[in-house]
């Protein structure tokens, strides 16, 4: 893959004859997602850029989705602008994704940009990954800077059709360049798809300084073990890493990208609380705290360990309110600052990230490719895919449809 140059947009469009394929949520109520052939490519709108997609990533929203009969918070967020409860609308999932550009609409093509340097402004053929978040860009959020929280957000996979497919359309402004003229070799396509997912770890660092601090992340999933890789590059004093499934592969890895100490959290051993209250005993807790699990037990961790001062990031997404959370004991009275962290900010995050990922002493791809499972699969194994995810067997893994 790496150093290969793309095909042009050209070569593949005698196949589209037959339509495409795509996996589709049909039914909230029922468990699974459909492999459909014969659809319609999507229609490139005047603002919008269409992508055929080379390599697309599966995450938690993902596998909620799969199994929404059990999960009702998705289920009500897949219905967030529907007329009621009972006219949910079919969509494509899937929002992780890299591709090459195969048509421009006709407001953006190139007589829109001709001021801008062409190696900086879209053509069909160059490699590219998005934002899939598409902010309204009225709501006051959005008029203030904070896009990503933007009160009126639609997720392309959640709300819109997204990109387990063969084709995407996407807002022109959401695209990000990654290799003009289908240039992978500095991003081979299996960690282009996995940029979104990147972007949460990336945010989330970012917006504690863990320069010199004590750091405890929580969760070594795909994203615990990114922030374990960024807290190390970015200078962190102590990483401490919790988990309770798979540790051992995840422990060894985590020990690689430079945790110092790993705990295996499942069984309620406290050896964590005791290795933090011997090292920490003179803040009396950790500097940072960094919640990528959403399991409540690890929110308990997390207020438990933080220090008096600290700071707590919440990534990570609980199913359910947490039942009995102490918030005089575990914040107030410690003067603990709290922040929750969404998607990516629009587009700093993006522009962090392209700059690590093109410094070559972070050697940041191949990190992340150890993440990934070796093997990437086609989207009619859609069914085996998800089910080693579901089993644990591997923690995120790639579709090249
Ligand atoms: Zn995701
Ligand atoms: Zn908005």
Redesign the pocket.
């Known amino acids: 893959m790496q150093g290969q140059v793309l095909n042009s947009p050209d070569s593949k469009k005698e196949d589209r004859t037959g339509g495409m394929n795509c996996l589709v949520k049909e039914s909230l109520e029922k468990d699974g997602l459909t492999l459909k052939s014969g659809v319609a490519l999507p229609e490139v709108g005047s603002d919008e850029v269409r992508i055929r997609v080379k390599a697309t990533a599966v995450?938690?929203?993902?596998k909620s989705i799969y199994h929404s009969s059990s999960s009702e918070g998705i289920r009500r967020e897949m219905l967030r602008y529907a007329e009621d409860d009972n006219s949910y609308t079919p969509i494509i999932v899937g929002?992780?994704f890299c591709g090459i550009v195969d048509e421009l609409g006709s407001g953006v093509g190139a007589d829109r940009f001709s001021d801008v340097p062409e190696n900086l402004r879209l053509a069909p053929g160059d490699y590219v990954t998005c934002e899939m978040h598409l902010s309204c860009g009225h709501c006051f959020q959005c008029r203030t800077g904070n896009e990503h929280i933007c009160t009126r957000v639609k997720v392309k996979g959640v709300h819109l059709d997204g990109c387990f497919a063969e084709y995407v359309t996407v807002p022109y402004k959401n695209v990000i360049l990654l290799g003009k003229a289908g240039d992978t070799s500095r991003i081979p396509t299996r960690i282009g798809a996995l940029l979104?997912?990147f972007g949460n770890a990336v945010h989330t660092v970012y917006e504690a300084d863990v320069r010199g601090k004590s750091v405890a992340i929580l969760g070594a999933g795909p994203l615990g073990l990114m922030a374990a890789f960024l807290c190390r590059d970015f200078g962190a004093g102590r990483i401490y890493l919790t988990e309770a499934q798979d540790v051992e592969r995840r422990f060894k890895l985590a020990e690689e990208f430079g945790a110092d100490y790993c705990f295996d959290v499942s069984s309620g051993s406290t050896d964590f609380y005791k290795q933090v209250d011997k090292l920490e005993a003179m803040a009396n807790g950790v500097d940072v705290v960094l919640e990528m699990s959403g399991s409540p037990s690890a929110y308990r961790d997390a207020f438990k360990i933080v220090r008096n001062g600290g700071t707590v990031l919440l990534l990570g997404i609980t199913r359910k309110p947490l039942d009995g959370f102490d918030i005089a004991n575990g914040v107030i009275w410690k003067g603990v600052t709290v922040k929750g962290i969404f998607g990516r900010k629009m587009f700093d995050t993006w522009e962090t990230m392209l700059r690590l990922m093109h410094s070559e002493k972070l050697n940041i791809p191949s990190k992340l490719d150890r993440i990934i499972a070796d093997k990437t699969y086609a989207l009619t194994d859609y069914k085996q895919a998800f089910e080693l995810l579901s089993a644990g067997d591997e923690m995120k893994l790639v579709f090249e449809p």
């Open positions: 995450c938690g929203t993902d929002h992780e979104d997912a």
